[in-house]
């Protein structure tokens, strides 16, 4: 049986998640990582600074829907990241920062350069953790790619170089992702039931909307139902201000004249809405019944 390494089992766990870039400072620590990469065809956008590849990872993942990913290398390189993953656990964005380590076995070097990167990085994180089981390689990516998605949050993985370069046996089994769930018919028969029972609905479009085949639709769901459709800060550009069903999007988290729709409403559909978006207790003080639309729970 043919071998490979842990980081070829890593990538291979990006591949299934359909990953097509990785924003990348290559540096000692990560080069398995860089080499796997090539070796997979992904492609390796090189940066100048660790804090420039995780905000264009958090950018490629507002604007595709995808969990974008950044890797670093260790210590001083991957507090550089630390910023583009706290803006990510913020506005509710999917991110993936993989950083190197030192070897955990043979480590000639001692501290130099070693900072608790995990520790440090918990705080900020939907989930920080270590890889030290490189059996467990593609399992703990699929993982972390997993939760970044599921919760639209940010991740943090890092990856000793030793870990990364220790050889293991050939999967035989692919690896999958979970298919994405749809509404069943009874679901899409209690919302329009709902809907068309209210009398004042308002549709309020969270960062998740603004991606081109959800804005074109919600643009039809405006015309076809004249249901008036306002916008986070997030989903700013989800509907064109110049539709005519558009209203002004909401400002920062406190009264304001675009608040005033909902406290004459009824009903309020969200669509591609996050809590880290717009706290839901500044726009349903009146705690109004919500349909809530996207692909995260509730």
């Known amino acids: 049986m043919s071998t490979r390494r842990a980081a070829d089992d890593v990538v291979a766990a990006l591949v299934a998640h359909d990953v097509s870039e990785v924003f990348a400072l290559p540096g000692e ?31 490629h993942a507002r604007l595709t829907g995808s969990v974008g990913v950044c890797l670093v290398t260790l210590g001083p390189g991957a507090i550089n990241a630390f910023t ?3 803006q990510a656990h913020l506005i509710g964005v999917p991110l993936l920062v993989i950083t190197g380590q030192k ?19 918990t705080p900020i994180t939907k989930s920080a953790s270590s890889l030290s089981d490189p059996r467990l390689a593609a399992e703990n990516t699929l993982d972390a790619l997993r939760v970044a998605a599921i919760n639209r949050d940010a991740v943090l993985l890092e990856i000793p170089e030793d870990v990364a370069s220790t050889a293991t046996r ?3 089994t692919p690896l999958t992702v979970p298919a994405v769930l749809r509404p069943d018919d009874g679901s899409l028969a209690g919302v329009a039931e709902a809907i068309g029972a209210a009398e004042r609905p308002v549709c309020l479009a969270g960062d998740a909307a603004n991606r081109p085949g959800v804005a074109a639709a919600l643009a039809r769901f405006a015309d076809a139902t004249g249901i008036s459709v306002i916008a986070t800060q997030m989903g700013k550009g989800a509907i064109d ?24 409403a009824d009903l309020i559909v969200s669509v591609g809405y996050q809590p880290a ?13 919500v349909i809530h639309i996207h692909h995260d729970p509730a």
Not at 29 to 40: D, G, K, T, Y
Not at 277 to 289: A, D
């Open 241 to 264: 201000e110049r539709h005519p069903r558009a209203h002004p999007s909401l400002g920062m988290h406190r009264e304001d004249y675009s608040h005033l729709v909902f406290e004459h």
């Open 103 to 121: 070897s955990l076995r043979e480590n000639e070097e001692g501290p130099f350069q070693m900072v608790d990167v995990v520790g440090a990085a």
């Open 170 to 172: 050939a999967r035989r």
């Open 84 to 86: 583009p993953l706290a």
């Open 277 to 289: 978006g717009h706290p839901p207790q500044v726009w349903n003080r009146q705690e109004l019944p």
């Open 29 to 59: 620590e990560n080069l398995p990582i860089v080499s796997a990469l090539r070796r997979a065809g992904i492609g390796l956008v090189v940066c100048r600074h660790e804090q420039h590849a995780g905000f264009m990872a958090v950018a």
